[in-house]
């Protein structure tokens, strides 16, 4: 199975200070460009925290060895091919999404809203899979490699929620910055949204990020107890309010589901490695 994702312990550590290497400011323009939302210089260097002459200087070296590609016309940055190979490399370790996807499928089928998979990266949220319903709404954090703070969206907090104590108290507190994008949300909604989540056993967000819309969802929880991810759906608010209750149960079959799924597929990688390392050592 792959490594867990970035730890939170990691982020904290070095989201406060000003990344002072070239490989430190290149990861986090490529992770902020991993967001479809992202793609002029001004947005790279919000994103990042570094100043455009800095994220200019970075990108050209990026898009020289084909990381990054950037339209004439339109003078916007996208991810470029060399990425899709390592990408494709590490999902051939272990990809989440063949065994989420079936649960995707049969929510939307069943409640016929736009049904999401998020996956923790750090003190953030990475939306990895979505699976549109007849009443999807038209919202930039449903895209497929968009990363919002850990909180902001129903299925960023369940990941948040089901974090150990300690830890989502010190996320809250380096995310704090960044919510005043959204000015609903403070670090003190969030923690007690994240304590009721915890009580009822799912997640609900509704009018905080969106107005009139909002999301329910569950987490998936790796053998530690952990999130590894969460699935959520998102919708009108009165299409949640009216069928909270069926929902919650679906969303927490599903992801009963996908932990033993999961469990399996770690069972499995553990038992291939072993056996490759058996036969290197006989070799």
């Known amino acids: 199975m792959a490594a867990r994702p970035r730890s939170v312990a990691s982020v904290l550590a070095n989201s406060a200070t000003e990344p002072t290497s070239s490989v ?14 992202i793609a002029r210089l001004t947005d790279i260097a919000l994103a990042t925290g570094l ?12 898009m020289r060895d084909g990381f990054v590609v950037r339209d004439a016309q339109t003078k916007r940055y996208s991810l470029g091919a060399e990425l899709l190979v390592l ?43 979505v699976e ?6 038209r919202a930039n954090y449903l895209s497929v490699g968009s990363r919002r703070p850990l909180g902001v969206g129903a299925g960023s907090l369940a990941l948040l929620a089901w974090m150990p104590e300690a830890e989502r108290q010190a996320a809250l507190a380096v995310i ?20 009721e989540a915890r009580e009822r056993g799912y997640a609900v967000l509704l009018d905080v990020v969106v107005e009139r819309m909002g999301g329910i969802a569950a987490p998936i929880l790796g053998a530690d107890g952990r999130p590894v991810a969460a ?21 927490k079959r599903e992801c009963a589901t996908c932990e033993v799924l999961w469990s399996g597929a770690a ?3 553990s038992l291939a490695t072993r056996s490759a390392g058996h036969r290197t050592r006989v070799h």
């Open 132 to 137: 549109e319903g007849r009443f999807p709404i």
């Open 24 to 37: 430190e400011r290149a990861c986090r323009i490529l992770r902020a460009l991993s967001d479809p939302g």
């Open 176 to 195: 704090a910055p960044q919510l005043q994008r959204y000015p609903r949300i403070t670090p003190e909604l969030l923690e007690t949204r994240a304590l």
């Open 267 to 269: 069972h499995q990688s």
């Open 231 to 251: 699935i959520s759906i998102a919708a009108l608010n009165d299409r949640i309010t009216s069928r909270e209750a069926e929902l919650a149960k679906a969303l």
């Open 87 to 129: 990408g494709a490399a590490a999902l051939a370790r272990f990809d989440p999404r063949p065994l989420v996807r079936p649960s995707l499928l049969r929510l939307t089928g069943t409640f016929e809203d736009s049904v999401i998979l998020s996956i923790p990266s750090g003190i953030e949220s990475l939306c990895v899979d």
């Open 51 to 62: 100043d455009k002459t800095t994220v200019l200087r970075v990108v050209e070296v990026l």
